[in-house]
Nanobody
């Protein structure tokens, strides 16, 4: 599986961006999906995940109500809609897919599929 992330860029406080992660090679219907980010000098953190077994989404408190993860099975693509952007959202954003994304959230990197990062920069 190859994941291709896109949609990052420059934004101002309050703007919106939508990140996309397109998968090729196999369908992601039986995979959890997630968005992660890493700001300069900080550790990578998970931002939002979608779990395929129950169709639920989870996100971190700092983005709740502003960001939303979604998927389009027909396009084999998932998204991160980011609204009301803040400077603290500035980071490189990565998409990932794994049969159990929570293992990735807790630190396992082997076996997961990762897209190349896309830079999001939010100015005040």
């Amino acid at each position: 599986v190859q994941l291709q992330a896109s949609g990052g860029g420059l934004a101002q406080t309050g703007d919106s961006l939508r990140l996309s992660c397109a998968a090729s090679g196999r369908t992601l219907s039986s995979y959890d999906m997630g968005w992660f980010r890493q700001a300069p000098g900080k550790e990578r953190e998970y931002v939002a995940v979608f779990t395929w077994r129950d169709g639920r989404t989870y996100d971190i408190e700092s983005v709740r109500g502003r960001f939303a993860i979604s998927r389009d099975n027909a396009k084999n693509t998932f998204y991160l809609q980011m609204n009301s952007l803040k400077p603290e959202d500035t980071a490189v954003y990565y998409c990932a897919a794994d049969p159990n994304i929570w293992l990735v959230v807790t630190g396992r990197t082997e076996g997961a599929y990762w897209g190349r990062g896309t830079q999001v920069t939010v100015s005040s």
